[in-house]
């Protein structure tokens, strides 16, 4: 059984032009320097859900230019962006493990994942660059300053819990703004109605929100082997997410607020917070309101023509709020 055929019934209607990028993903390293080329074939050997260029090549479809070539050079674009922030964050975090796999960091050293980011980060600025519309063109630039800016304001913001929105704020630049361009820039570049790539976009921020805050329950509801990552990694490094902000809310004046947002966590301190979260209502109320961003996209995508490739889009944001890992 194919790939794409394995993954789900809304990878089909594309699966073409996904195995088209996957072929150019393991091709990234090409004549590049042996250590970039090892940690490229690294990167791209097993690809992953490939969910965002999934969503590239269904919103082309909502224009006449949907088989144009440069959809899969946007695709391939955004994807080598998600991937570059991928590595770095996992110097920051200093994580071990990704999707089962050892990071960059960790097979070679956070020197050489830094220099394979900024390499990645290259490759996607040179595919961008020739696109034939420079507001899809200045789309990707502006995906990576939001991805830098969410970045830094997790990592610069004071040893305090945030508030809802502040976290909100922060995961739509971070990971939504993403989400949303591979959505409204296939659209745009495809030459579609301004109505249906409005759509696009706002269907693209809501599940990419929908995508963060169930990936943050499941890094405290979830379990190692299920998520491909260590469990409780955010507590570990005293970020505090959305299951345990409402936590803190329901623990009231006790201490759980600072327990959470300190440093350096011993195993059996993550574990005993785990524990106090999870039977606390927060993942509860985390998932209901990832579950009205999955609303919100689905309405969003009410506007677009009743096709194939939006009842597609509409099993993503499903399969988004189903997922285990």
């Not at 947002?261 to 979260?277: F, M, N, W």
Request: aromatic letters at 6%; glycine letters at 8%.
């Amino acid at each position: 059984m194919r790939e794409a055929q394995r993954r789900g019934a809304f990878y089909s209607l594309v699966e073409g032009e996904l195995d088209q990028l996957t072929r150019r993903l393991r091709d990234v390293g090409r004549g590049a320097h042996p250590t970039f080329a090892a940690a490229s074939a690294h990167l791209f050997g097993s690809p992953g859900k490939l969910l965002r260029p999934t969503l590239v090549f269904l919103s082309s479809r909502f224009g006449p230019g949907a088989r144009s070539s440069v959809i899969v050079d946007l695709a391939e674009s955004l994807e080598l962006v998600h991937t570059a922030s991928l590595v770095h964050d996992d110097i920051v975090d200093a994580a071990l493990v990704r999707r089962n796999v050892p990071t960059v960091n960790a097979v070679w050293d956070d020197d050489v994942a830094l220099i394979v980011g900024d390499y990645l980060f290259a490759k996607a600025y040179a595919l961008a660059a020739v696109l034939p519309k420079p507001e899809v063109i200045a789309m990707v630039a502006q995906t990576v300053f939001a991805l830098c800016d969410g970045e830094l304001t997790e990592v610069s913001a004071p040893a305090a819990m945030p508030t809802e929105a502040q976290y909100l704020e922060r995961i739509e630049l971070k990971t939504a703004s993403l989400y949303a361009a591979c959505c409204q820039g296939a659209a745009l570049l495809a030459d579609a109605d301004p109505e249906h790539v409005a759509a696009l976009g706002a269907y693209g921020t809501s599940i990419g929100l929908a995508f963060q805050i169930t990936d943050d329950v499941l890094d405290v509801a979830g379990g190692s082997d299920a998520l491909g990552k260590e469990v409780g990694r955010d507590l570990a490094e005293g970020m505090p997410t959305l299951p345990m902000i409402y936590a803190v809310e329901e623990d009231g004046g006790g201490d759980l607020a600072a327990r959470i947002v300190a440093r350096d966590k011993g195993p059996e301190e993550i574990r005993d917070l785990i524990a106090l979260i999870t039977s606390s209502r927060g993942v509860e109320r985390a998932r209901a309101l990832a579950q009205r961003c999955h609303d919100e996209a689905v309405a969003a995508l009410g506007r677009l023509p009743a096709t194939a490739e939006r009842d597609a889009l509409g099993g993503i944001a499903d399969f988004i709020m189903a997922r285990e890992r």
